[in-house]
């Protein structure tokens, strides 16, 4: 499986591609990317999905998953994701690639072993995972531990999460 994990944002988006055969995890590609406010909401919409379509295609990703979203404090931004969201279901159905969501709290569970835990927590995880790792906006830390929530989702993948915690 080849996944694509995404924290949307219209300000910055982190995503992360990754596989997984046997007890080998690689992160394929990964980073933020930055949607430039001076631009109109039409055009930021347009720069993400050729984005995220580019990476599909690129890395033949069979699975894209998604952090369930949440009502915060400002229902426009909440409305303003779903725009995003519906991109990648679109892109999901356009290249056959199973859709996935999960709650943040099955995030943090499945990377942490620990519904509760803050970003920094799964940071400092992560890089212990994965040492190479230049981690400057927590945007990518989130993207990174969808893209595992997805991995790991099935009861194989379980040992192999467990595999990873043991180093």
């Not at 406010?37 to 699975?63: N, Y």
């Amino acid at each position: 499986m080849i996944i694509l994990g995404v924290d949307p944002g219209f300000s910055f988006t982190g995503y992360c591609i990754a596989s997984q055969q046997g007890s080998t995890l690689r992160l394929l590609d990964y980073g933020v990317l930055k949607l430039n406010p001076s631009k109109s909401l039409s055009e930021r919409v347009g720069i993400f999905h050729d984005h995220m379509a580019e990476r599909i295609v690129r890395h033949q990703v069979t699975a894209i998953a998604l952090e369930t979203s949440f009502l915060g404090k400002n229902a426009q931004s909440f409305l303003k994701l779903g725009y995003l969201r519906g991109i990648l279901y679109l892109l999901a159905d356009k290249h056959k690639a199973e859709l996935m969501e999960f709650a943040p709290r099955e995030v943090k569970m499945a990377v942490t072993g620990y519904g509760g835990a803050d970003k920094e927590q799964i940071k400092t995880f992560l890089q212990r995972l994965f040492p190479q790792l230049n981690v400057e906006k927590l945007d990518l830390t989130d993207a990174i531990a969808i893209t595992l929530c997805g991995l790991w989702k099935g009861p194989v993948d379980r040992r192999m999460r467990e595999l990873y915690h043991a180093r």
